[in-house]
């Protein structure tokens, strides 16, 4: 079994991916690169909104891990107003966990405005693998007192400009994935 973790800012834990057995023994856990990590400040992964949705190839030598949201240097979270950053999604090598490329999500701002007090936000918590190439992205938002919303785009991993070198994603220096 795989499974993600969005690590603990505050308790200095790094997000994670981890392989275990049917019993619950930890088997490995693949490496995280430096730039998703957990920095002091407002610098690296956001604190729960980092690793979130996993999806192996249909050939199973792949592994796809998704943020949730932008990293600090890849833009804001979405808001009412706009989409914000771009979330990064990163294809690792089932076997090694070394990163093989990524690709950049642009998120959808959030559509509710919210009608009471609280936080809303939106993200990815989900992404599952139709075919080799294609990829299902579940987007989530919540706005206190307006609810949920869910929305499920189709991408295409070729679209979009590899990232996996890219250390501060802005406009004009990578192309985004589309979404269908």
């Known amino acids: 079994l795989l499974w993600s973790s969005e690590g603990d800012k505050a308790l200095g834990l790094d997000p994670v991916v981890r392989e275990?057995?049917?019993d619950g023994t930890l088997i490995r856990e693949l490496p995280t690169l430096p730039m998703l990590r957990m920095q002091p400040g407002e610098h690296g992964a956001r604190d729960n909104l980092s690793f979130e949705g996993l999806a192996l190839t249909p050939d199973g030598k792949g592994l796809w891990v998704s943020m949730e949201a932008p990293r600090y240097e890849d833009g804001p979270v979405p808001s009412v107003d706009g989409g914000g950053g771009a979330a990064r999604i990163t294809l690792m090598h089932a076997a090694s966990?070394?990163?093989?490329?990524?690709?950049?999500?642009p998120l959808d701002a959030i559509p509710k405005r919210p009608t009471a007090p609280g936080v809303a936000d939106n993200g990815i918590p989900e992404i599952l693998m139709l075919?080799?190439?294609?990829?299902?992205?579940?987007?989530?938002s919540y706005s206190p007192g307006a609810g949920n919303s869910l929305r499920l785009y189709l991408i295409d991993v070729r679209d979009g400009s590899d990232v996996l070198n890219v250390p501060?994603?802005?406009?004009?220096?990578y192309t985004p994935v589309q979404k269908r």
């Open 20 to 22: 275990m057995r049917l």
């Open 168 to 173: 501060v994603l802005r406009e004009g220096n």
């Open 131 to 140: 075919d080799q190439f294609r990829l299902f992205v579940l987007e989530r």
């Open 97 to 105: 966990g070394n990163p093989i490329r990524q690709i950049a999500y």
